[in-house]
């Protein structure tokens, strides 16, 4: 269904203490909202949906599709968006498309001439990492990683661009330790959009693309010395 001839897509984000929503068309962001939660997602999320709906005067059965953040993330965030996400999909039919969490940060920020290091909070002072150049498409130049700040610095051979979740701390130790290497965006260039996440999963829609209900699952990285997930 369309609604005024127009689709429409519906992403979440619930992959990090940062999550989001989007409405997206293929034309433009039409709704977005971000937030940080403080572990709080399961009684957030479904009052911010059901708020962006009804400010665009549609219902979940007016959707083209729902995309979401695969993670890598939080065990428990990750795993409530998509039960949401799944939910949503099953009861009208619409096709899901999962997308990884460092993906909608390399999507937004790489660059042909400078490699992108995207990061995500993994807890106990490790991040999920993984670097990007784009072109005419996004390209992965790495496998998902869970890295120590002091791993992730012996990782980096030149200059790199940061983004994501970097907190002052974290700044600082890369400025420190990678001086001129390090570029670094804003805090506010920090922010994981969910509005980039609903560009990539129209990207796939119109290609025919959709995720099978009953296997999409999250993405979770295995820390070999820990023995722990994320």
Request: aromatic share 6%; glycine share 10%.
């Amino acid at each position: 269904m369309t609604v005024d001839g127009k689709e429409m897509i519906l992403a979440i984000d619930t992959a990090t203490r940062y999550a989001g929503i989007a409405l997206y068309d293929g034309q433009a962001v039409l709704c977005e909202e971000t937030w940080r939660s403080n572990d709080s997602h399961t009684r957030e999320l479904m009052p911010n949906v059901v708020r962006a709906l009804a400010q665009q005067e549609i219902t979940v059965q007016d959707l083209t599709g729902l995309a979401v953040a695969l993670g890598p993330g939080s065990f428990t965030g990750l795993r409530i968006g998509l039960s949401v996400a799944k939910g949503i999909a099953f009861v009208t039919g619409k096709p899901l498309l999962g997308i990884p969490t460092l993906d909608i940060l390399g999507y937004a920020h790489a660059r042909q001439d400078l490699r992108t290091c995207a990061l995500v909070e993994a807890g106990r002072g490790r991040f999920c990492v993984a670097t990007y150049r784009r072109g005419q498409a996004l390209e992965r130049l790495d496998e998902y990683r869970l890295l120590s700040p002091a791993d992730l610095v012996a990782s980096i051979e030149g200059p790199t661009l940061f983004c994501g979740e970097i907190d002052a701390s974290l700044r600082s130790y890369l400025q420190e330790r990678l001086g001129d290497l390090a570029i670094i965006v804003s805090p506010a260039e920090c922010l994981r959009r969910a509005g980039y996440l609903a560009e990539l999963g129209w990207q796939r829609l119109q290609r025919g693309e959709r995720d099978d209900l009953a296997t999409l699952s999250p993405i979770y990285l295995h820390h070999p010395a820990a023995g722990v997930e994320a």
